[in-house]
């Protein structure tokens, strides 16, 4: 009879493969956005974002611990997710690129806290910074929804490292 020595251990992950796995998980886009100290607006497109409860009503984002914003979205007691809508890419392609103010030239309003909504987004969300979990690279920032708005919009949608379109077999 021979014995059991358990699972072995995982073969190294090679991480473009993984990047490329993943991507088969289609995303919607959202560019989230805060207020540093000085009240200047923050903002970075990000794909990580999910809803967690409805009540309370709670949502995560995940956030790259090299992030040149990462500070600032520790420091904030609020934040806003812009999901965005399909004819916003070009809004997307701007705030993930670095750049000194990605804010130049885009229609934004302040809302109730202070923080960036930008105009044309399919929905946003005004959230409260409630705690933050830390794992591996990156850090999970989870908010309590304070206030939302959205309109009847296509969202844009991101799947192998490409935006797409959705396509409605039932329409037409």
């Known amino acids: 009879m021979s014995e059991s020595t358990g699972p072995t251990d995982p073969q190294p992950i090679d991480p473009r493969e993984l990047r490329n796995a993943c991507g088969m998980f289609a995303t919607g886009v959202t560019v989230v956005t ?92 005004e959230c409260r910074n409630e705690t933050r979990h830390y794992s591996g690279d990156h850090v999970v920032l989870i908010g309590q929804v304070l206030r939302f708005t959205y309109r009847d919009a296509e969202p844009l949608v991101f799947v192998r490292g490409r935006y797409r379109e959705l396509a409605d077999p039932y329409s037409g």
């Open 34 to 125: 805060t207020v540093n100290g000085a009240g200047r607006p923050i903002g970075l497109t990000c794909n990580s974002f999910s809803s967690v409860s409805l009540k309370p009503p709670l949502i995560l984002w995940s956030l790259s611990l090299y992030s040149p914003s990462l500070q600032a979205f520790l420091q904030a007691p609020y934040f806003a997710v812009n999901i965005l809508a399909a004819e916003q890419e070009a809004l997307s392609r701007r705030f993930s690129t670095p750049m000194k103010d990605r804010f130049a030239e885009i229609e934004w309003t302040p809302g109730e806290s202070g923080i960036p909504l930008i105009k044309g987004s399919a929905a946003q969300l």
